[in-house]
Nanobody, 111 residues
Framework: QVHLVESGGRVVQPGESLRLSCSAS????????IDWFRQSPGQGREFVAR???????VYGDSVKGRFIISRDNAKNTVYLQMNSLKPEDTAVYYC?????WGQGTQVTVSS
């Protein structure tokens, strides 16, 4: 059975950094493209970042220059390094591959 589990979300202050993790099982991880999406109250699901099996990366416009996606195939884990966090980054962050989704981790950026 495929499982994606996000972790690392917490409350931080504006300008701080945070690293999220997505651990996967039940897939051939090294051959899988992994995405991060986020959703905040009253907003639709927003694309954040993608990393392909060849480690090519794509970022949503709102996070370009601030967030970095990476992967460690030996650990079956994808990371999202979030820098210079803003209140507008507050959301539940989900990892995704193919038709599979994790349960999300809450990130709150507030003073």
């Amino acid at each position: 059975q495929v499982h994606l589990v996000e972790s690392g979300g917490r409350v931080v202050q504006p300008g701080e950094s945070l690293r999220l993790s997505c651990s996967a099982s039940g897939i051939i991880f090294s051959l899988s493209a992994i995405d991060w999406f986020r959703q905040s109250p009253g907003q639709g699901r927003e694309f954040v970042a993608r990393i392909t099996s060849a480690s090519r990366t794509v970022y949503g416009d709102s996070v370009k220059g601030r967030f970095i996606i990476s992967r460690d195939n030996a650990k079956n884990t994808v990371y999202l390094q979030m820098n210079s966090l803003k209140p507008e980054d507050t959301a539940v962050y989900y990892c995704h591959t193919d038709e599979y989704w994790g349960q999300g981790t809450q990130v709150t950026v507030s003073s």
